[in-house]
């Protein structure tokens, strides 16, 4: 931004704006945007004026102030909601081997999480592998998807996507899990109701005060979230998965994240699978 504002674009947008935005995103979902988002920044809160109908950031952040229902909106657009099925690969054997160990101790119903769930696709990897491991349809498992976003946990809800999001997949676990459209939904494939049946979908903001949620889970989800935190709220969201797993249970984090800063909490148990330490 030149002299504090770029006056290429639509929309006025400061220096100042900008760090504003920067520290209500903080306050109100823990996001670190750091100092080079600039960009992004303006491109996404550009479409919350248009659609507001309204013509500079200042008057933007001050409809904020407003209209509190704006504010899920807002949170909605600087979320980045990046995925794919079976992302991140090398998790999925591990997570069957959880579920098996599990069944065998005779646990009914096995509980995991899938904390940041964007779109559905990893919960809905999280099922299909529970379905392979346990070699049932009906496995005595329950999937808990939530997401900040409200807009994608609707769309995860309906377990439809373009064809190009699943066709990366082999051809087995396309005709096994997935129903192509037809006529007015070609191109398009809706997950098998079985796999849908084991995943229950809901908003959550995981820096809110209180949580909806017991437990306790054999496995937590958390990929590439962390990396949006500083530190501080890093470990204070560490330190409340820990109670909720069980002791034999895993936290599974991105590939670029480590919990280092709090191995009073978690032992690293293989690539970016920890496990709760005992009596911290």
């Known amino acids: ?23 209500l995103i903080y306050e109100h979902a823990g996001i670190s945007l750091n100092s080079g988002k600039a960009d992004m920044v303006y491109s996404r809160i550009a479409r919350r004026l248009r659609a507001t109908g309204l013509t500079s950031f200042e008057d933007y952040l001050e409809y904020l ?10 949170i909605n657009s600087l979320t980045t909601n990046l995925t794919s099925f079976f992302r991140e690969l090398h998790h999925f054997p591990v997570l069957a081997e959880q579920v098996i160990d599990a069944k065998r101790k005779g646990r009914s119903p096995i509980l995991l999480w899938s904390s940041a769930c964007s779109t559905g696709e990893e919960p809905y990897s999280m099922a299909m592998t529970v ?3 346990l070699g049932s349809w009906t496995p005595p498992v329950k999937i808990l998807a939530t997401d900040l976003d409200t807009n994608v946990v609707r769309q995860a809800a309906e377990g439809v996507y373009p064809m190009e999001r699943v066709e990366k997949l082999p051809e087995r676990d396309l005709k096994r899990f997935f129903l192509r459209g037809k006529g007015s939904q070609e191109g398009m494939a809706r997950i098998r109701p079985e796999v849908r049946a084991l995943v229950s979908f809901h908003p959550l903001n995981l820096l809110s005060d209180r949580w909806p949620i017991k437990g306790p889970f054999d496995a937590i989800f958390c990929r590439n979230v962390l ?5 501080p709220t890093q470990y204070r969201l560490l330190a409340r998965f820990h109670p909720l ?11 670029s994240e480590s919990l280092t800063h709090v191995a009073n909490l978690f032992r690293l148990q293989g690539k970016t699978v920890y496990s709760p330490l005992a009596n911290t």
């Open 1 to 23: 931004m030149m002299n504090g504002q770029n006056f290429n674009r639509e929309f006025p947008f400061t220096t100042h704006d900008f760090e504003r935005i920067r520290g």
């Open 65 to 74: 102030n407003r209209e509190p229902d704006e504010w899920q909106h807002f």
């Open 131 to 133: 379905i392979d491991a």
């Open 227 to 231: 990396i949006y935190f500083d530190k």
């Open 245 to 255: 797993l069980r002791p034999d249970g895993r936290l599974f984090v991105g590939h």
